[in-house]
């Protein structure tokens, strides 16, 4: 208490000055009084922390209804999938969880689910005027059709879809069984959620099949890499049309970026393995097509192109060529290609390398300072700022042409650029295009980085499932999608929706998403509401 004690000695005869001298020992007890109590919980905050239980339950607590419990938050695509099927079908639908099996269950055939998942069961019936005879009578319930799927949500669990089945006990005219959910697979043990899961860690992620397989069995599932792949090759064969869809988007774009990377095929139709080609067509919206040819023939790109009449922006690979005939579709070349062979030079001619790098600097200075503005804002800033650069790097170009060797590396670099010069340089009166090719460069990535795990496809069917998968997730990532949201309610949507147009990413997106996120967030505050 420094500042305010004092011995009794000391202490003041006035009673006005001891009045304050007490009342300022007070404020100075209460203040200690404080800090204390404040340090005595932060110790109790850290014992608890790192002694006692993480959870903060209450006992004591009254219990809330099962099926409105906050936990059920977990089962919020559940939820909404069984409501969704029930008013499409005309039934009622509940859903609720049942305690995991604590023995093992029996039977021959398939391989039984694991006995200590959690479950959930969702139950379809029929209402109640569907609940009479044709003769007049009552239907009365005689039993249920079960099916088991493994659903993958934030947990791992046995996903039980029970149609109820009803009889007439007058005429016994037949059994009514209540319509539920479509199978995304026939016959297939993995439900929307887990296939979803499944595709994006293979084609997101990279995971091989083996590695899954390997994840999947630490959790106890005995799930084979071949289940796995067929999966993913039938999900392939139920979206190839809308893959066909993004193609007609794609070539319906005023200008596409594509690329190509090998990959290679471990048993070819000779019997050995070759090497294949993934190739990209890329538009500015983000729509990624996918193609996978056994080779790198030009027939590939020209199967895909057709009658294209846009512009192609590519780097120089002579396959393209028939593509620029006359009247077909207008080229334009990478800069980033021929900065690159300047790039390769310095170490033979760094003086001469650096005078082309440093104007392509320039160049590049000139996008960045336009990032953002419109095609014709970005023509004219072009106009204006970058034809001065190309118009003074084409002359110096010309002048070295003569005076270097053409097969040394500058000679090459230059030599190419010249070649290139009319396609170089046909972005700067088009705000359209870009100064490169990086964007489709980008977009072959994920297949560079997954050769890497995966490291081939075992036959050209794995090439083509990739192609059609890849494609709509990329396609998803570009505009900001949920790729296991979207491929989870496009598996439930596939089997009734006719226009490919609205299940695309973009057709989703517009027409589904908002639908999604407004029917999950009214299952939120009706579980919130209930509590």
Same mark, same amino acid.
């Given at each position: 208490?420094?500042?305010?004690?004092?011995?009794?000695?000391?202490?003041?005869?006035?009673?006005?000055?001891?009045?304050?001298?007490?009342?300022?020992?007070?404020?100075?007890?209460?203040?200690?009084?404080?800090?204390?109590?404040?340090?005595?919980?932060?110790?109790?905050?850290?014992?608890?922390?790192?002694?006692?239980?993480?959870?903060?339950?209450?006992?004591?607590?009254?219990?809330?209804?099962?099926?409105?419990?906050?936990?059920?938050?977990?089962?919020?695509?559940?939820?909404?999938?069984?409501?969704?099927?029930?008013?499409?079908?005309?039934?009622?639908?509940?859903?609720?969880?049942?305690?995991?099996?604590?023995?093992?269950? @029996?039977?021959? /055939? *398939?391989?039984? $689910?694991?006995?200590?998942?959690? %479950?959930?069961?969702?139950?379809?019936?029929?209402? #109640? +005027?569907?609940?009479?005879?044709?003769?007049?009578?009552?239907?009365?319930?005689?039993?249920?059709?079960?099916?088991?799927?493994?659903?993958?949500?934030?947990?791992?669990?046995?996903?039980?879809?029970?149609?109820?089945?009803?009889?007439?006990?007058?005429?016994?005219?037949?059994?009514?069984?209540?319509?539920?959910?479509?199978?995304?697979?026939?016959?297939?043990?993995?439900?929307?959620?887990?296939?979803?899961?499944?595709?994006?860690?293979?084609?997101?992620?990279?995971?091989?099949?083996?590695?899954?397989? @390997?994840?999947? /069995? *630490?959790?106890? $599932?005995?799930?084979?890499?071949? %289940?796995?792949?067929?999966?993913?090759?039938?999900? #392939? +064969?139920?979206?190839?049309?809308?893959?066909?869809?993004?193609?007609?988007?794609?070539?319906?774009?005023?200008?596409?970026?594509?690329?190509?990377?090998?990959?290679?095929?471990?048993?070819?139709?000779?019997?050995?393995?070759?090497?294949?080609?993934?190739?990209?067509?890329?538009?500015?919206?983000?729509?990624?097509?996918?193609?996978?040819?056994?080779?790198?023939?030009?027939?590939?790109?020209?199967?895909?192109?057709?009658?294209?009449?846009?512009?192609?922006?590519?780097?120089?690979?002579?396959?393209?060529?028939?593509?620029?005939?006359?009247?077909?579709?207008?080229?334009?070349?990478?800069?980033?290609?021929?900065?690159?062979?300047?790039?390769?030079?310095?170490?033979?001619?760094?003086?001469?390398?650096?005078?082309?790098?440093?104007?392509?600097?320039?160049?590049?200075?000139?996008?960045?300072?336009?990032?953002?503005?419109?095609?014709?804002?970005?023509?004219?800033?072009?106009?204006?700022?970058?034809?001065?650069?190309?118009?003074?790097?084409?002359?110096?170009?010309?002048?070295?042409?003569?005076?270097?060797?053409?097969?040394?590396?500058?000679?090459?670099?230059?030599?190419?650029?010249?070649?290139?010069?009319?396609?170089?340089?046909?972005?700067?009166?088009?705000?359209?295009?870009?100064?490169?090719?990086?964007?489709?460069?980008?977009?072959?990535?994920?297949?560079?980085?997954?050769?890497?795990?995966?490291?081939?496809?075992?036959?050209?069917?794995?090439?083509?499932?990739?192609?059609?998968?890849?494609?709509?997730?990329?396609?998803?990532?570009?505009?900001?999608?949920?790729?296991?949201?979207?491929?989870?309610?496009?598996?439930?949507?596939?089997?009734?929706?006719?226009?490919?147009?609205?299940?695309?990413?973009?057709?989703?997106?517009?027409?589904?998403?908002?639908?999604?996120?407004?029917?999950?967030?009214?299952?939120?505050?009706?579980?919130?509401?209930?509590?």
């Amino acid at each position: 208490m420094s500042g305010v004690t004092t011995r009794n000695t000391e202490l003041p005869d006035d009673v006005e000055a001891l009045k304050s001298l007490v009342l300022a020992h007070r404020a100075e007890i209460d203040k200690k009084d404080c800090r204390i109590a404040h340090l005595e919980h932060n110790v109790e905050v850290y014992k608890r922390l790192a002694f006692g239980k993480s959870s903060e339950r209450r006992t004591n607590a009254p219990k809330a209804d099962s099926n409105a419990n906050q936990g059920y938050l977990f089962m919020l695509d559940l939820i909404e999938e069984a409501e969704r099927t029930a008013k499409a079908k005309d039934c009622a639908g509940s859903i609720g969880v049942e305690k995991p099996a604590t023995t093992p269950r @029996k039977g021959g /055939g *398939r391989k039984k $689910l694991p006995p200590h998942l959690p %479950v959930v069961r969702t139950v379809y019936e029929l209402k #109640g +005027e569907d609940r009479k005879c044709s003769c007049g009578g009552d239907l009365h319930e005689i039993g249920e059709d079960v099916r088991e799927e493994l659903e993958r949500v934030e947990v791992l669990l046995v996903h039980k879809i029970a149609c109820k089945k009803y009889a007439c006990r007058q005429c016994q005219d037949g059994v009514r069984t209540a319509p539920g959910p479509d199978r995304v697979i026939e016959k297939c043990v993995l439900g929307k959620g887990f296939l979803a899961h499944v595709l994006t860690d293979r084609f997101c992620d990279h995971m091989p099949y083996y590695r899954l397989e @390997k994840k999947y /069995g *630490r959790e106890g $599932l005995a799930i084979s890499r071949s %289940v796995l792949q067929r999966s993913m090759t039938k999900l #392939g +064969e139920l979206f190839e049309p809308l893959h066909e869809q993004l193609r007609q988007d794609v070539m319906e774009s005023e200008v596409v970026f594509t690329d190509d990377t090998p990959v290679t095929i471990a048993q070819s139709e000779t019997g050995g393995s070759k090497k294949g080609r993934v190739w990209i067509y890329l538009d500015r919206e983000g729509r990624h097509y996918y193609d996978f040819t056994g080779n790198r023939e030009q027939g590939g790109p020209q199967r895909i192109f057709g009658e294209y009449k846009g512009f192609i922006q590519a780097d120089a690979y002579a396959g393209y060529d028939q593509l620029f005939l006359p009247g077909r579709a207008t080229e334009a070349a990478c800069w980033a290609h021929a900065r690159r062979k300047f790039v390769d030079a310095e170490t033979s001619d760094p003086d001469l390398a650096r005078n082309a790098v440093d104007p392509i600097r320039e160049l590049y200075q000139v996008e960045e300072f336009g990032k953002g503005m419109k095609d014709k804002a970005l023509a004219e800033l072009r106009r204006a700022k970058s034809k001065p650069i190309l118009e003074e790097l084409k002359a110096w170009l010309e002048l070295q042409k003569v005076a270097v060797l053409p097969k040394s590396p500058i000679g090459k670099a230059i030599g190419y650029a010249l070649n290139q010069w009319d396609a170089l340089v046909r972005y700067a009166d088009h705000g359209c295009l870009a100064i490169d090719n990086n964007a489709a460069e980008q977009a072959m990535r994920p297949f560079a980085v997954g050769l890497k795990n995966w490291l081939f496809f075992q036959r050209n069917s794995g090439g083509r499932t990739a192609s059609v998968l890849a494609s709509l997730l990329r396609t998803a990532l570009a505009i900001d999608l949920d790729p296991h949201i979207y491929f989870r309610d496009l598996c439930t949507r596939i089997s009734t929706e006719s226009d490919v147009t609205k299940l695309v990413p973009h057709g989703w997106k517009e027409h589904y998403w908002p639908l999604l996120q407004k029917s999950r967030d009214e299952i939120v505050q009706r579980l919130l509401e209930s509590r």
